[in-house]
């Protein structure tokens, strides 16, 4: 078997396995989230998931707008009924009493564990002669049809004052007994999916279901909006999906073209990308085997990858040494191939080392892509490039010749180029680690979110106060305890507002506490007796409240479960976890003037209480992310020059390889934070794979001492950074900040990096 | 003949019936959409199963075109009730509340639909109740079903009946079982 039989063989076999392990196990995933930060603790990642997962996540906000008030109206009734009765909604409620019905019920049901100002003087004769005397007054008010219907269950008006603080708590405007915005322009639901937040596929049903029925139940000139966590999620599931295609196929074809022009001829185009694409199937291949899955953007990211990983077989065909006949200068090209690939590859190391699961994809996915496609460029294109072919060089020249600088211009232009980078990222606040930033949706959409959110009294909750207890009673009676501290707060102006879930779920204590304040059936029953003598009421007129009073001491105490189908089941999902041997009950803050200040106040003498900043808590994420991505870009540094003082025999040598390609790098990231982007974790990521990139380009035009520059390095040079900037440049044109931060990045970087070789080349002396 | 007699009766009948058939909502807002104001005093008599003896309450109600109602009751509790356009103010047991009505919250749909009877705002009738006449204009009774369910849940029905342009009775049925008869008698000629 010759030589290029056995490669050919043995690349054929490779491609097949990996081929084939993708045909069988490929999953694209496209849920944004993998490219979101995962806690760097337990009780981050639980803030994460509840952010994405918990009951606030299911939760869609949807407003009618259009059409005349009553046509409002009607559309928000029939959307609410419509619904209701679909599996893929647990709730769904346009502010109708209706619908409300199901909550006053259920207060109405639990009023005598959930009243927090009951007292046992209410149930003494006296207490009780004072409300049948009110009664009275309220049998002879205009109103009474309607203040009358609690009063024979419940004398003491318990019910009422649960509907007041109801009421309080609700303040989304109704017109015609449906909510509307403070405008009135619009009409609002609240909805509640079955599927949780994650559960993209389920979102997107539910999102379906509720175009659908609007389409059908609208009336002329009637917009829906709507927006929920999921929703959100699902659209930029979409734009990912969307524009990875794009990208990929701009990019492909880009590089076609590229190498279409350079080579002019099918078979060694079709023979560079086949070196270059056996590289990103294994990486393909590796990643599914690690992650189980693939994401559409590492997808993305590896057409690109495509237009880098391809500059390795045009090395060796630009270089002439294409063909075993010509092994000798095969072998003069070998150590820069060996020495390119393997600093590419520890470009990839910041990416791997990010924290993200998207990112490490993208990182494994570069490291595996680019070592496989050096081996298939190295072993493989010299036995398939056509006898008789060479590589046309354009007239570039020669780099030694090809144009002149004195050598002190060059180091002039380092030194300024060097010193206006330094100055504007001195002067620039540099990085934003804002997690908004990095969501593929555009602007106008979190704008809508945050107008829906007002509109129905539910901003953004930046602050929580998290309490923790062994058990949810325990964090129950624990927040109960901050109730005090917390109405405290308020009437010192320290704190505009909160939300106790145990006015909904009181600890079980607490409402052991209040049934034993009601008195026993007889005793009450002797009560009433004394208490209505003289009253014109009919002897058994409050038979209903001793047997509900009855009924309550005797009833099961009030769980969660309890509220299911209401909107206070909503509420006290959101609020109450437990979360695998830890309980959790969440305070959300509103109006916090010094948040430094609460936090002293709230905590002081309770550890189990901590005040949460969830924006902050992400950006500290993404911060911390970005102090560990310095130290990976730092660690790939010094591995690139290691490998390179080794490979290259001289430290001094790598040094002048690795210096110009760190100072385009520097100059890159001036240059975006120059022209007014703020610098995310995502362009310092990628700032290693421009180091790697120039790392490239430079030892092409350094090679190791006694080895002579190659002629055609300049063309070399021409071609892949022709192709790397069409791949690159392609993703920078995408909509997935991620994608956008790295394209930006490493396509601003190779032309900084040009920049460098072109005064480089100008310096050159010929050495011979 | 006497077949053909009968006949000719039952064809008078029915010819003397007929306009009272075709009575509608349409002819007695009219009729009371033409009254420019008017003041009766009223005896309301509340029957409530619990209650012993039945509640008797007594007062004014005055109306003034096109959406102003005022109802003052003197005994046995001190209340005063005004519409005035979409705003309702009660005073009552010494403290003050002002509903929207334009909210439409269906609890005081029954308050508005007395109102828009007063009135004879159709319109407003039926946004929340689905009305139905019967009688002649000279003797007619108007029974309002309500629309909302919550409302339902309290007021079964209400039926007013009145002759001409003057509103005799206003009886409320409430889903409880227990009712109430208002009736009203002018104080003055009403002013047209």
Known sequence: MSARARAIAIALTLALLAGGYLAQRLVVESDFAAFLPRGADARQRWMLDQLRDGPAARLIIAGIAGGTADERVAASRALADALAVRPEFAYASNGSLEVAQKDLDALARHRYVLGADLTASRFT??????????????????????????????????????????????????????????????????????????????????????????????????????????????????????????????????????????????????????????????????????????????????????????????????????????????????????????????GSLALLMSGFDGLIELGLLTAVGILAAGAATWWLVPSLVPSGWTFRAWSFGHPETAWRLPVGATVAAFVALTLA???????????????????????????????????????????????????????????????????????????????????????????????????????????????????????????????????????????????????????????????????????????????????????????????VDLRGEVGALLGAFRERAMIATGLGVTMIFAILAIGLRSPSRAARVVAPAILAALWTLAAIAGTGHALTIFHLIAVLLVIGVGVNYMLFLFPAAGERIAGTALASLAVVSATTLCAFGSMATSSIPVLRALGVTVTLGVVATLVACALLVGAMRSRT | MSAARGLAVSIALALAASPACALDLRDIAATLGAVDQSRVRFVDVRTIASLGTPVERRGTLAYAKPSTLEMVVETPLAER??????????????????????????????????????????????????????????????????????????????????????????EVEEASGDHSVMTLTPIAAAGR
Not at chain 1, 126 to 138: C, H, M, N
Not at chain 1, 234 to 244: G, K, L, Q, W, Y
Not at chain 1, 303 to 320: I, K, N, R
């Open chain 1, 125 to 346: 004769e006296s207490g009780l002669r004072q409300a049948l005397v009110d009664g009275i007054g309220t049998l002879q008010s205009t109103f009474a049809v309607v203040e009358k219907q609690f009063l024979w269950r419940d004398p003491t008006g318990e019910t009422m004052s649960l509907l007041k603080r109801l009421a309080r708590d609700m303040r989304i405007r109704r017109e015609q007994g449906v909510w509307v915005d403070a405008s009135g322009a619009r009409a609002l639901l609240l909805l509640q999916t079955t599927a949780t937040g994650s559960d993209l596929d389920g979102q997107a049903a539910a999102i379906a279901v509720l175009e659908q029925a609007f389409a059908r139940l609208a009336s002329a000139g009637q917009t829906i909006v709507y927006s929920s966590p999921g929703a959100m999620a699902v659209t930029s599931r979409a734009i990912v999906e969307r524009d990875a295609m794009r990208v990929s196929l701009m990019s492909a074809t880009g590089v076609l073209l590229v190498l279409l022009i350079a080579y002019r001829s099918l078979p060694v185009v079709a023979i560079a990308i086949v070196a270059a694409a056996l590289g990103l199937v294994a990486g393909v291949a590796v990643v599914q085997a690690v992650f189980g899955s693939v994401h559409a953007i590492t997808l993305a990211f590896g057409a690109t990858l495509l237009g880098e990983a391809v500059d390795y077989p045009s090395y060796l065909l630009t270089s002439g040494a294409s063909s075993f006949a010509e092994g000798g200068r095969r072998h003069a090209v070998a150590r820069a191939m060996f020495l390119a690939v393997a600093t590419t590859a520890c």
């Open chain 1, 421 to 611: 980078a330094v100055a504007v990222l001195a002067w620039r606040p540099l990085w934003d680690d804002d997690p908004a930033r990095m969501n593929p949706l555009p602007a106008s959409l979190a704008a809508q979110d945050r107008q829906l959110r007002e509109a129905v009294g539910a901003p953004d909750a930046r602050y929580v106060a998290l309490v923790r207890g062994a058990t949810v009673e325990q964090a129950l009676e624990r927040a109960e305890a901050l109730g005090g501290p917390l109405a405290d707060a308020v009437a010192r102006h320290e704190l505009g507002g909160y939300a106790l879930v145990t006015d909904d779920l009181p600890s079980e204590a607490t409402q052991r506490r209040r049934l034993a304040m009601l008195p026993e059936p007889d005793v009450l029953r002797a009560r009433l007796r004394e208490a209505q003598r003289g009253l014109p009421y009919r002897a058994d007129a409050f038979a209903p409240f001793v047997e509900d009073v009855r009924d309550a001491k005797a009833a099961p105490l009030l769980k969660a479960a309890d509220y299911a189908g209401t909107g206070i089941g909503l509420r006290v999902a959101s609020l109450v976890a437990d979360a695998g041997g830890e309980a959790r009950v969440l305070v959300p803050l509103s109006g916090i003037a010094d948040p430094g200040a609460l936090r002293r106040t709230l905590t002081s003498g309770r550890d189990h209480v901590e005040i």
């Open chain 2, 81 to 170: 009730l005004s519409i005035v356009g979409g705003t309702m103010t009660i005073e009552s047991r010494g403290a003050t509340r002002v509903v929207d009505l334009s909210r439409g919250e269906p609890l005081f749909a029954w308050i508005e639909g007395i109102r828009a009877t007063l009135a004879g705002d159709e319109a407003a009738l039926r946004k929340h109740f689905d009305p139905t006449v019967s009688g002649t204009i000279d003797r007619w009774t108007l029974r309002l079903a309500p629309r909302d369910l919550r409302l339902r849940s309290l007021v079964a029905g209400i039926a007013i009946s009145g002759e001409r342009e003057r509103v005799r009775v206003i």
